[in-house]
């Protein structure tokens, strides 16, 4: 069984003659982000859901992956519009859903990994990085707390429609954003957004008491 | 055949400190495998303890503890060189007896 | 006959709170439970098995890992060995973790086949037993027990494989956007209740390889670094990386080199 042997990637091999000094990194940043990328390639498999083609990186992705989350400002105007560009807003321009369901939403933390039923739907994941309802106190820290999001925010027509946006796709206001693009991944629907926007903004919702 | 136990003893001051770790699935006949079956309970049912060839323990234990359960306790009246003899008994009649000297 | 009440002053004790019902004080609590249980750690019946494995001749080629398998500190010899891996070994011409040494001595030294071992490497929640792997693990790692963790960052092979590893760890892709770091790459960060571990900070990257190979009182298993590698992939929502293969080797030299100097204090014990 030869699994153990290490094959040097082309690209890379070429840069090996590169004089390194012993106790340092004896290549350049971008050589281990790419030899980072082949091993990943060559040593990942398919599992469930989670196929291998999700190991490639899309173009938002690749733009935040080479410049360490902070791309240069040309290269990030255009790509943050292309990333508005694919918010589809509701047809019917409400944003308000349900709050009690939205609740329900953003508790699941279910979806898209390999041991998920592909078929499921897949949850908000909210709780996991953010402080939301004043009744759940098991709720994550990636992301700021939400808390009295619509209380301090108000709820105007403006409003609504940044915040189903953002849900949508947080990439659209924050480029390398830790958030995921909920409905550009198609993790969550027009429904469930609203529902979730509702959880953020509707006066009745305990977010806002 | 069970695993080992493993029995550490040790005087601190005047009081012993006795810790063994038990290697047993110790299933509660609650649970079921992934087919659905109930798997059937399976516990350590009776342990004794004896320090220095005198028994200090004799209990009953159900399926309220854990998987690989922990005993540990402090007793006076043991020293060092005293023989720490384990036994446990599940309620298949699967035994097992193992011992350490008191350090 | 008066039955004896002097049972029990630590059970191990498997519990599931409702997650509303979980608060910071509950984990301060569990957190002086657990260290409790440092003392009679139930890795340590892992330990046992893993040593009568190391020392059994086992295998078509039936010898001994004790008597065949180089763990960089001389054949057989398991002390210290642990805390200098990941480490370059020149007979299998790579780079290697812990585990991944032992998977390569019981394939080339002792014959068995790979794909028998890569089929159920971990155990399983409420699997009555850990593999042989696993136990080997647990074995080796625990004969590194109060050694500080001295992984060769000068050399040159391993330094690769810890800067490749630091780059895997911010590569983000699939359907959410993660990378190990959205999780683990600064301070402070929690998922629901459970803090995240910045491992690219000594202390975070300690947390870490402190943990694994070690048991989870949850389910009662003992569980290795690989596995932790795998489980994290699968909620970064990727596909999975093979087992004991270079990517999780990198991942692991990325951990260990942060970690490097710090004391190992043996097989973890886990919620």
């Not at chain 3, 300690?206 to 290795?224: A, C, D, F, K, S």
């Amino acid at each position: 069984m030869k699994n153990y042997i290490v094959t040097i990637p082309a690209a890379v091999a070429v840069t090996a003659l590169l004089a390194g000094c012993a106790g340092g990194p004896s290549r350049s940043e971008a050589e281990y982000r790419q030899l980072a990328l082949d091993t990943i390639k060559r040593d990942f498999q398919a599992k469930g859901q989670a196929k291998y083609e999700r190991l490639t990186a899309d173009e938002l992705q690749q733009a935040c992956n080479a410049h360490a989350n902070n791309p240069p400002p040309e290269l990030a105007a255009k790509l943050a519009g292309a990333q508005l560009a694919t918010v589809k807003l509701p047809a019917d321009d409400k944003y308000l859903g349900d709050w009690k369901s939205g609740e329900k939403i953003a508790q699941s933390g279910r979806g898209f990994t390999w041991s998920d039923k592909a078929e499921n739907p897949a949850g908000g994941n909210c709780y996991n990085c953010h402080q939301i309802g004043p009744n759940e106190s098991s709720f994550g820290t990636v992301g700021p707390s939400l808390l009295g999001y619509g209380k301090t925010r108000g709820n105007s027509p403006e409003m609504q429609k940044y915040t189903y946006s953002k849900i949508f796709n947080a990439k659209a206001f924050n480029l390398c954003s830790e958030m995921p693009r909920f409905g550009h991944a198609g993790a969550l629907n027009e429904k469930q957004i609203k529902d979730l926007v509702a959880l953020l903004l509707d006066p009745a919702s305990p977010v806002n008491k | 055949m069970a695993d080992p136990m493993k029995i550490r003893a040790q005087m601190k001051g005047d009081v012993a400190e006795i810790r063994i770790l038990m290697s047993h699935a110790m299933e509660t006949g609650q649970r079921k495998d992934a087919a659905g079956n109930t798997v059937p309970a399976h516990f350590i049912q009776s342990i004794t303890i004896d320090v220095g060839g005198k028994r200090v323990v004799d209990g009953q234990t159900g399926t309220a503890i854990s998987r690989n359960p922990v005993f540990g306790f402090k007793m006076k009246g043991a020293k060092a060189g005293d023989k720490v003899v384990v036994n446990w008994v599940d309620n298949k009649g699967d035994k097992r007896t193992d011992e350490a000297t008191v350090a | 006959m008066k039955r004896s009440i002097v049972m029990a002053t630590a059970l191990t004790v498997t519990w599931s709170l409702p997650a509303a019902a979980q608060t910071k004080d509950a984990n301060a609590e569990f957190e002086k439970f657990r260290a409790e249980m440092e003392e009679s750690n139930p890795a340590e019946l892992f330990e046992l098995k893993g040593e009568e494995l190391w020392k059994a001749k086992r295998g078509p080629k039936n010898v001994s890992l004790a008597e065949s398998c180089d763990l960089g500190q001389g054949i057989g010899k398991v002390e210290g060995a642990w805390v200098k891996m990941p480490r370059y070994f020149a007979d299998a011409d790579a780079v290697m973790d812990g585990e991944r040494r032992i998977v390569w001595c019981m394939t080339e030294k002792q014959g068995f086949k790979f794909a028998d071992i890569a089929k159920k490497p971990f155990q399983g929640a409420n699997d009555n037993n850990a593999p042989d792997i696993t136990n080997l693990v647990t074995y080796v790692a625990s004969a590194s027990k109060n050694m500080k963790f001295d992984m060769p960052l000068h050399d040159d092979k391993v330094r690769d494989a810890y800067e490749t590893g630091k780059a895997m760890a911010a590569y983000r892709a699939g359907p959410y956007d993660f990378s190990c770091n959205t999780c683990h790459g600064a301070d402070g960060k929690r998922i629901r209740m459970q803090n995240l571990p910045n491992l690219s900070s000594p202390e975070g990257a300690l947390r870490g390889v402190q943990g694994w190979p070690g048991y989870r009182m949850t389910g009662g298993v003992m569980l290795t670094s690989q596995w932790r590698m795998n489980d994290c992939f699968r909620q970064q929502r990727f596909p999975e990386p093979k087992y004991a293969s270079q990517a999780v080797t990198n991942l692991i030299a990325y951990m260990t080199g942060n970690a490097n100097g710090q004391m190992y204090k043996g097989p973890g014990i886990k919620r």
